[in-house]
């Protein structure tokens, strides 16, 4: 670390987090350092540790901290027939409707 220049190297992240270091050819690279929140599907403890995937048949959300946030899933097949046109089935009107089913 180049403390008088303000630069730092990251050691750790908290859990939910990866971290993603930068030092690439021995050359520091301090923008390119972060704590990256974990991805959906996987779990990191922090630290130093790589993201890991739940098991097959599970998910978690993004920030999940350990395999307890690994849930068992369930796939749903939902046919709807909506009284309205295609035309007029606009993004905005697809995004309201995924959102009401995904909390339905």
């Known amino acids: 670390a180049d403390w008088s220049r303000g630069k730092y190297v990251l050691l750790s992240c908290p859990g939910g987090f990866q971290l993603i270091n930068s030092l690439s050819n021995a050359q520091f690279l301090d923008v390119s350092q972060q704590c990256q929140e974990c991805p959906a599907s996987f779990y990191c403890a922090g ?8 098991p097959d048949s599970t998910f978690s959300p993004a920030g999940a901290n350990s395999s307890l946030s690994c849930l068992p ?32």
Do not use: H, N, Y
């Open 47 to 54: 630290g130093t540790a790589p993201a890991a995937a739940c």
């Open 73 to 104: 899933v369930v796939f749903v097949r939902l046919s709807v027939d909506l009284a309205i046109s295609e035309a007029d089935f606009d993004a905005d009107r697809q995004a309201a409707f995924r959102q009401a089913v995904a909390f339905a």
